[in-house]
């Protein structure tokens, strides 16, 4: 099992650009969730899909939207990014409650 | 709003020492708590998982408790080791049907050989 993967695993953007992030998840696991994480904070939850709709939003603007796929793997996208938007973007699959994290992608606004 | 803190937020000691590592939480109507190692720049890894119902959880050198009157958890590592040196972040799920997870900053370890 090849457990959380995501891709890439570097970006860089400028500002006003557009990025778009991948997520597969662990072997049968049917719901993605996607995190920010800022440097020297926790992770920040952005949402969660879960057969392809998405379920829960954290508090993040509409720039961050998302897509989940028949095969459960999903997407991030952000739009118009702001020098803010520097992070990593952890996703996280579960089956259940417990949540397995990804290496996350580290994404440069520059 | 669930407000989840970390203290300290940094740790040197030196290899061989227990020490612990302390989270606490505004709301104690918690579904259940999570620790998670994180290297530099790299994922998550859970370490340990405490139900709400659960008073402690162990895993070899981690030994978790949870005390939710309080709102508080702890983190108790045996014997430190330099391959211990990490940040380890407090997570809490407030319900089961949000899996939503609460994290803390973290705590950032290092162990001196």
């Known amino acids: 099992d090849a457990g959380v993967t995501q891709s890439p695993t570097h970006l860089i953007k400028t500002r006003g650009q557009q990025v778009t992030l991948r997520c597969s998840p662990k072997?049968?696991?049917?719901?993605v969730s996607w995190y920010q994480q800022a440097l020297g904070q926790g992770p920040q939850f952005i949402f969660q899909?879960?057969?392809?709709?998405?379920?829960q939003r954290g508090n993040f603007p509409d720039r961050f939207s998302g897509h989940q796929f028949p095969n459960y793997s999903s997407e991030l996208n952000v739009n118009a990014l702001l020098l803010g938007d520097s992070a990593l973007y952890l996703c996280?699959?579960?089956?259940?409650?417990?949540?397995?994290f990804g290496p996350g992608t580290r994404l440069t606004v520059l | 709003k669930q407000e989840v803190t970390q203290i300290p937020a940094a740790l040197s000691v030196p290899e061989g020492e227990n020490l612990v590592l302390n989270c606490s939480f505004t709301?104690?109507?918690?579904?259940?708590l999570q620790w998670f190692r994180q290297d530099p720049g790299k994922g998550l890894t859970s370490l340990l998982l405490?139900?709400?119902?659960?008073r402690e959880q162990t895993s070899g050198r981690l030994n978790a408790s949870l005390d939710k009157s309080s709102g508080r958890s702890t983190l108790y590592i045996a014997a430190s080791q330099p391959g211990d040196s990490a940040t380890y972040l407090c997570?809490?799920?407030?319900?089961?049907?949000?899996?939503?997870?609460?994290f803390g900053k973290g705590t950032t370890l290092s162990v001196s050989s």
């Open positions: 709301d104690s109507a918690i579904y259940n």
């Open positions: 996280a699959s579960s089956l259940g409650t417990t949540q397995f």
């Open positions: 072997s049968g696991h049917d719901t």
């Open positions: 997570a809490v799920k407030t319900n089961q049907a949000g899996t939503a997870l609460i």
């Open positions: 899909y879960y057969e392809e709709e998405e379920r």
């Open positions: 405490i139900q709400s119902s659960q």
